[in-house]
């Protein structure tokens, strides 16, 4: 048994080693420990490979070998350095092997620049946002879709998932090999929450113990080592995803089965024990507080092992506060780490003997890719991986042709496809097996087999129209370059991709350069089937939107005839809504090429001209329904919004029964570029409601001229300054426009106080103050709730706030006052200035080779394409701005750390030994 010691965390001195056990009297204890390799540091993981390990460590993939059968390493290789070393815990980790014979590296989040020393003449590479994959055998490396914190997994099929501290298990669904192939459409996500996250995850625990994040009760807060159990010692496990969490003292376990109509949808059985869901159970959890479950693998016995780390303190140094640094226990248990083998109780084991395979001849290592168990099919798959013996070739073909195990012969396909020695018979043969598994790693293996035969053409076609949606959307990416787009098979997609989030999402990447035609070809078909349902027009949305860039002038009117028929479908409110966000998509997009879709309108037949305008009346009426719903008002608002009539918008600014529509009719009049109207709107800045006004100087910011009009407002002091909260005016001084800089930072020097020190020692005095949370609530709602989130007040935009247990108040003073001084990086404020003038801010959330995702204030979302920005800049400083002083004196901020510090005590549920200040 392979293990690794990461006894050196959190001090990195240089003492992690990597050990070979074994259990020579086959008693069933590894009684005989060999150090392999040692005085390494902060190792996090291996990957067997030929005559010895690859291992991730101290920024590095090292390869150690054993060249003379002693069980310890005579060399050391290091074959890729550069991964990122600023954090204990996030850093590069589980190699794994893969079906493609690549090993897969999790990023640990913090990236790096990767230089290939095998490959010395190769570039590096930016492993920002990505995961990290590299062939053993030829050394040529590149980044994979990601990216995974500390655990990464497959499935029987090759399928990868990963994991972070808030998302147990997350399925990668796009590879970044397709978004190279396809860059011009931009991707929601690559990734799947196979399991609830964040918030909406639920565990267990049988413990309470403090950490950094245990107040997200009853949630993932340490998500790790996220594994797929494919052992055959416990039947009710297969297949069900498995995710330590070490602060909760438990592991978790979940079966999940996405449904054969479409593969984005998963259907969620929660808690699952001893083969039933069970709600509020955990499949293991323990009393003792110690229990560190980190990581876990399917033995050769079939059974469940867990690696416990077993420490007292888990938490990552950086986060624990000042007063707890010094703790005498922060290393307590470092030489108790241990390994768990769950089995039934029952069982009956295998002799010892068999477990081992490395004599195992050619052609029995290839029977063995039908074992029930998965350790002995992954790793009779790396023993021939490793040999590539000429041999096995027929072997391998029999089991294709024959085996009656669907996995197998997956096994066999990727095998003989990794070598080169996979015949186009094979590749027939498994495209028509009765297993979708097969079908979709057909389409995959004939990517590179592809010669554009009528044979291969219709191959295609068959695997597009599949029955099964797993099938379909690999096609559609496997196949989307290389079938013509005008064909009756392609265009016939569209009824069956609208039903499928992630079919869409690949549909749009491979039509991407021939839209126009395509969603033409589509609508005609949707003219006489319609959009029956929400999640159609949700993804009819996307399609159409993106389409309408690039109609032609002949096929924009098939667009409207399409919109002019959406009545006759929206008699039900939840279609009526994707109706409308579908016919909005169009139409935005002919608004952002300043197509004149209006006089076209005109241009339609008489009835259907008639029927556009009973939509637009629709909508008007669905806005003043006092029974319609707000998703329906809202969406109704919008297609409006598009006729550019800003004075109708502005009507409904004066109407009070229209407030709570306020923030979303000042987002939609982005558009409008008379500075007559924005005159008159900003005039109205005073009467408007807090959130209001924030909107107003979002879209404000939007624009120079605009973000000037504001400027001279602050300048005349018919607004006043402190009317604009701190970040807002962070985003005018960090304005490329230098003059717009300039005359922000004149303003904010009336009202910032650049001594940072000086102002924590004058708020110092604040601790002393009787506080009183509940006032520091109302606080905490008007300064803080863009950002943070307390219970159920606030955005979850910047790091999470209220777990502050362990925090002491001179700890919270100093970081509301002095934000910048500890960023943790994937909070850091980024400003996209794109090819049309717009300035985009935000933190960056998700990373492609094509694209990247901006969060902002109040948990807007927006993705942006590589090739529409022209500039990224990090302002090297938290999206916390400086200056909340001069919004919060000093009883305020007591109030509000004693809200943040005492907020789970305020419904007096909780007995404290001093009661606080009501």
């Known amino acids: ?542 399609l159409y939107g993106l389409a309408a860039r690039s109609m032609t002038p002949e096929q924009q009117p098939i667009a409207l005839r399409w919109i002019a028929e959406l009545p006759k479908w929206a008699n039900q409110e939840a279609v009526a809504i994707g109706d409308v966000r579908a016919a909005r998509a169009i139409l935005e997009s002919f608004n952002a090429k300043q197509i004149d879709w209006r006089s076209q309108v005109e241009s339609l037949p008489e009835q259907q001209k008639i029927s556009f305008s009973v939509l637009l009346m629709l909508a008007r009426q669905w806005i003043n329904d006092v029974e319609a719903s707000e998703p329906l008002k809202r969406e109704a608002l919008q297609l409006l919004a598009l006729g550019k009539d800003a004075e109708f918008l502005l009507t409904l600014l004066n109407k009070p029964a229209f407030a709570h529509y306020h923030v979303d009719i000042l987002g939609l009049l982005h558009f409008e570029k008379d500075a007559g109207v924005w005159a008159d709107i900003i005039s109205r800045f005073p009467s408007m409601a807090p959130a209001v006004k924030r909107a107003l100087v979002d879209v404000v910011l939007r624009d120079i001229t605009r973000t000037a009009m504001l400027l001279t407002e602050l300048e005349m002091k018919t607004i006043s300054v402190n009317e604009i909260d701190v970040t807002r005016m962070n985003r005018m001084t960090g304005s490329p426009n230098a003059e717009i800089a300039k005359r922000s930072k004149a303003l904010q020097t009336t009202t910032v106080n650049a001594d940072r020190a000086a102002v924590l020692e004058d708020y110092k005095a604040v601790l002393e103050l009787n506080a009183f949370p509940r006032e520091g609530e109302k606080v905490f709602r008007q300064n803080c709730a863009t950002c943070h989130r307390i219970g159920k007040i606030g955005n979850q935009v910047a790091p999470d706030i209220s777990d502050s247990r362990t925090r002491q108040p001179l700890q919270l003073l100093t970081d509301i006052l002095q934000p910048n001084k500890a960023i943790d990086n994937n909070y850091m404020h980024y400003s996209v200035l794109t090819n049309e003038g717009q300035i985009l801010d935000g933190i960056i959330t998700e990373e492609t080779s094509s694209q990247i995702t901006l969060m902002q204030p109040e948990r807007k979302i927006i993705a942006v394409l590589r090739t529409e920005i022209d500039e990224i800049q990090s302002r090297g400083v938290s999206l916390m701005p400086e200056g909340l002083e001069k919004k919060i004196n000093h009883q305020q901020m007591a109030d509000l750390i004693s809200f943040i510090k005492n907020w789970r005590y305020l419904d007096g549920r909780t007995p404290l030994a001093k009661p606080i200040n009501e």
């Open 1 to 542: 048994m392979w293990v690794v010691e990461m006894n050196d965390y959190p001090s990195g001195n240089g003492v992690s080693r990597v050990k070979l056990l074994e259990d020579l009297d086959s008693d069933g204890t590894f009684e005989t420990a060999h150090v392999f390799a040692d005085n390494l540091v902060f190792a996090t993981g291996l990957q067997p490979w030929k005559d010895g390990v690859v291992v991730t460590l101290a920024g590095q993939v090292v390869y150690f070998k054993d060249t003379d059968g002693d069980h310890k390493a005579d060399t050391r290789e290091v074959w890729y350095a550069g991964f990122a070393q600023d954090n204990q815990q996030l850093r590069a980790n589980h190699p794994r092997l893969g079906i493609d014979q690549r090993i897969y590296v999790a990023n640990g989040l913090r990236g790096g620049i990767v230089q290939n020393l095998r490959l010395p003449d190769s570039k590096p590479l930016n492993i920002s946002g990505m995961d990290f994959m590299f062939d053993p055998e030829t050394g040529d490396c590149e980044t994979v879709s990601g990216n995974g914190q500390y655990g990464l997994t497959f499935d029987d099929i090759g399928n990868r998932y990963v994991c972070s501290n808030r998302n147990p298990a997350m399925r990668i669904m796009i590879e970044d090999r397709y978004l190279k192939r396809y860059p011009s459409v931009p991707v929601l996500s690559v990734k799947k929450d196979v399991v609830k996250a964040g918030q909406e995850s639920a565990i267990y625990p049988l413990t309470r113990f403090w950490t950094t994040s245990n107040l997200h009760e009853g949630q993932f807060t340490a998500a790790c080592g996220v594994m797929v159990y494919r052992g055959h010692q416990l039947p009710w496990l297969k297949d069900a995803i498995l995710t330590c969490d070490p602060t909760g003292n438990l592991i978790h376990a979940e079966k999940v089965q996405s449904t054969s109509t479409d593969n984005s949808r998963y259907n969620y059985y929660g808690p699952y024990y001893y083969g039933t869901p069970t709600p509020e159970r955990e499949f293991l959890a323990s009393r003792d507080h110690w229990f560190r479950a980190v990581s876990m693998r399917t033995g050769p016995d079939g059974c469940l092992y867990i690696v416990d780390m077993h420490r007292a303190v888990i938490e990552h140094p950086q986060w624990v506060p000042e007063e707890l640094k010094d703790r005498k226990d922060a290393r307590s248990g470092d030489d108790k780490g241990r390994i768990y083998r769950l089995k039934p109780a029952n069982a009956r084991l295998e002799p010892k003997w068999n477990w081992s395979i490395a004599n195992q001849s050619t052609e029995e290592l290839v029977l063995l890719l039908e074992h029930q168990n998965s350790w002995q099919r992954d790793t009779a798959f790396r023993l021939l991986a490793e040999q590539r013996s000429d041999e096995a070739i027929g072997f391998l073909g029999r089991l294709l042709n024959y085996s009656r195990q669907p996995v197998a012969r997956v096994l066999a396909l990727r095998l003989l496809h990794g070598w080169d020695k996979l015949e186009d018979a094979q590749i027939m043969t498994a495209a028509s097996h009765y297993d979708r598994r097969l079908r979709v790693h057909a389409c995959i293996v004939l990517e590179d087999h592809w010669s554009n035969t009528p044979q291969q053409q219709t191959l295609a076609r068959k695997l597009l129209t599949d029955r099964e949606s797993a099938v379909r959307f690999q096609a559609i990416l496997s196949f989307g370059d290389k079938i013509k787009h005008d064909s009756p098979t392609w265009n016939g997609l569209v009824r069956t991709v609208i039903k499928d989030e992630y079919t869409t999402q690949a549909f749009l990447m491979a039509s991407a350069n021939d839209l126009g035609n395509v969603a033409t070809a589509a609508l005609k078909n949707l003219l006489s089937t319609g959009v029956t349902t929400v999640e159609q027009a949700e993804n009819i949305y996307r």
